[in-house]
């Protein structure tokens, strides 16, 4: 079993960058494979990116290719999100998520997730 708590999150103005962290505890971080999701308002909590094990394969939702990136720092049991040119439209809670095994299929599915951190808000101001 793994604990995940998310920080770094705040009211950031639109172009403007933050950087997620979530710091695992517990079974050892290097065994999962790491994901973040968000959850705005009235919808449905939504894939962000995932990553591989060692760091080596990164992924991500097609609305924030190109601006988030994700990486992990298994030394030290923590996951990033670099976020760059924010929009408001990326406000949002943004969740932690770890599962044990993760076929390619299925990444972006909540539901392959066996962990998940408490969340962090991210506002984005226009």
């Known amino acids: 079993q793994v604990q995940l708590v998310e920080s770094g999150g705040g009211l950031v103005q639109a172009g403007g960058s933050l950087r997620l962290s979530c710091a695992a505890s517990g079974r050892t971080f290097s065994s999962y494979y790491m994901g973040w999701f968000r959850q705005a308002p009235g919808k449905e909590r939504e894939f962000v990116g995932a990553i591989s094990k060692n760091g080596g394969n990164t992924y991500y939702a097609d609305s924030v290719k190109g601006r988030f990136t994700i990486s992990r720092d298994n030394a030290k049991n923590t996951l990033y999100l670099q976020m760059n040119s924010l929009k408001p439209e990326d406000t949002a809670v943004y969740y932690c998520?770890?599962?044990?095994?993760?076929?390619?299929?299925?990444?972006?599915?909540?539901?392959?997730?066996?962990?998940w951190g408490q969340g962090t808000q991210v506002t984005v101001s226009s």
């Open positions: 998520a770890a599962s044990v095994t993760l076929p390619l299929t299925r990444l972006t599915m909540r539901s392959q997730y066996d962990y």
